[in-house]
């Protein structure tokens, strides 16, 4: 056993497989527990998995790229794509092209867990020169509760999924900061993923790094070279992912939708916690109380007393793990109901609708410290094995027990779950969850049930005849002895075409939030989704861009 010990601890590819090994046992056994995405009940997961249905059925049709579900809301049509981008889906969407589905995010789910433990590793290792450090922070950050919440009880998967590219987004941050700065795009690179991802993560992201940068101010005014590297990777960040943010908001500017007309997601502050949920949020993982909460979790709230043990320990790096506890411990206090979230500046970020979105970045700050203590306080061979074989056995059984609470209190197929069924229907809300993309005139989903598959016209003598949907275009005839106007079974957005005998033509939303089309001559009506020029120019920008980084990574590590 001696020999073996000194033979992991002498070589680094060793320790590193090891831990790779480990790392994809847990990731199987929490999909065990959890079981497959089959048999998911988490709350959001369909509205993601219609995300991804949507998206391979586009790619069977060789549509892409494609922004409107047209089968949700009763073939009514419901735009996602330009609030939710699709980037990181695309490789699985491939998967469920010549397979199913469910198998895609299956393959989804493990590929981006294993990612989100490997670059965790790189960043810990690269920042506090530890692989022990790194692998301890890799799997209690890959394995927080939060994040088994985000991705199974949820079903959060945008959410869940930015875990994986958060540790990029730090390291890059600590290259321009204190390290190499002409390593910039590495801050571009992960920053632009973050976004593909979740738009509010990114927003959240942005406020971290405020925080950290004026912390580290005085290491950007000695240098005034990383502050301009700093810019340049923000204007690449920019650039790359210019096919979302402007569409966006254009699509914003264009209309006014249920997001900022209702808000359905009860705003900032919605989510915050009374003071005895937020301490069952620490022992999450092992007690509960009747309800479905997480927080830190048992494990990494256990870990970070051992700062407590640490003397005579005074370098940056056990500095910068202190750090990042002083701001896991605020942003937990934000997530209460001390916190004023209604006032100003707080306010200004009232579209994240619920402030526990920040144990994602405590977890974070959380797993590096908790990694780094530790590798500090054990010295010797036998006493770390030892502790990371009980960090192991401790996150098999939270993640059991936390799947198995979820199980009790919510089982699958129960009355009143409406996350139940596959196929979007009424019953459901069809899989909208707030119906944030609703356009706002649409005076709620009961009129889409009611009004069917038809189209209206304001003339008793006009006909409509023929009414079919093929796809992404909907089609009918229509016969008009005078001027009229065509109301279709079609939610508007901006981006819409409409023909009649082959012409475009005008059209407009009508006061219910549907596309009103005035017609003067009989003839075949069509109408789809064709996209805007914002769209289509600023798709080749990214695409572009994302080419030029690559070639310009390569040729500087060949250089």
């Known amino acids: 056993m001696h020999n073996i010990l000194n033979k992991i601890e002498q070589s680094g590819k060793n320790q590193y497989w090891i831990f790779f090994s480990i790392l994809v046992i847990l990731t199987l056994f929490t999909m065990w527990c959890n079981g497959p995405s089959s048999s998911y009940s988490g709350f959001d997961f369909f509205f993601h998995f219609r995300r991804l249905d949507v998206l391979i059925d586009a790619l069977r049709h060789g549509s892409y ?46 590929t981006m867990t294993i990612l989100c433990g490997v670059l965790m590793y790189h960043t810990v290792r690269v920042i506090f020169k530890s692989r022990y450090a790194a692998a301890v922070s890799s799997l209690l950050y890959t394995f927080a509760v939060y994040r088994l919440y985000d991705f199974y009880q949820r079903g959060a998967l945008s959410e869940g999924l930015s875990f994986t590219f958060l540790p990029i987004v730090f390291l890059g941050l600590y290259y321009i900061v204190k390290g190499d700065y002409r390593k910039w795009y590495v801050l571009a690179i992960g920053y ?147 916190f004023p979230w209604g006032r100003f500046p707080f306010n200004i970020l009232s579209f994240i609708q619920y402030p526990w979105r920040l144990y994602e970045f405590v977890s974070f700050f959380f797993a590096i410290a908790g990694g780094y203590y530790l590798s500090l306080l054990l010295t010797k ?83 409509v005849t023929n009414l079919k949907r093929d796809y992404n275009v909907t089609s009918l005839h229509i016969s008009v002895n005078r001027t009229d106007t065509v109301i279709l079974p079609l939610l508007y957005y901006y981006g819409y075409a409409v023909t009649l005998n082959g012409e475009k033509v005008y059209f407009e939303e009508s006061d219910k939030g549907l596309i009103a089309v005035p017609v003067n001559r009989s003839g075949e009506v069509k109408a789809w989704y064709a996209g805007t020029t914002m769209q289509k120019v600023t798709f080749y920008i990214s695409m572009i861009a994302i080419l030029v980084l690559i070639v310009f990574i390569v040729w500087k590590r060949r250089e």
């Open 65 to 110: 790229p494609v922004y409107i579900d047209y089968v949700n809301a009763e073939g009514y049509g419901y735009f996602i794509k330009g609030f939710y981008p699709d980037l990181i889906l695309i490789p699985f969407a491939f998967i469920g092209v010549f397979s199913s589905t469910y198998f895609a995010y299956d393959a989804m789910v493990f």
């Open 192 to 338: 632009s993923l973050l976004i593909y991802t979740h738009t509010i993560a990114s927003v959240l992201m942005f406020v971290t790094l405020l925080i950290l940068l004026l912390v580290y101010c005085k290491s950007l005014i000695r240098e005034p070279k990383r502050i301009a590297y700093l810019m340049l990777a923000g204007v690449v960040t920019l650039v790359i992912t210019s096919y979302y943010i402007f569409p966006t908001l254009e699509q914003l500017s264009s209309n006014s939708f249920y997001l900022d007309a209702r808000t359905p997601g009860g705003g900032a502050g919605y989510g915050k916690v009374d003071f005895d949920i937020l301490l069952w949020g620490f022992v999450s993982g092992i007690a509960y109380p009747n309800i479905l909460w997480t927080g830190v979790g048992i494990i990494l709230t256990s870990i970070i007393f051992l700062r407590f043990f640490i003397k005579g320990h005074k370098t940056d790096r056990l500095r910068a793990a202190d750090i990042g506890v002083v701001i896991g411990i605020l942003f937990i206090i934000a997530t209460s109901r001390i």
């Open 381 to 463: 061979s036998r006493q770390r094995m030892a502790a990371f074989a009980v960090i192991v056995v401790a996150t098999l059984i939270t993640t059991y027990i936390h799947s198995e609470n979820f199980k009790t209190l919510f089982p699958k197929n129960i009355e009143g779950n409406v996350t139940t069924s596959e196929q979007p229907a009424f019953g459901n809300r069809y899989h909208t969850i707030g119906g944030e993309y609703f356009p706002a005139r649409l005076p709620n989903i009961e009129y889409i049930r009611d009004r069917g598959e038809v189209a209206e016209t304001g003339n008793e003598d006009t006909e």
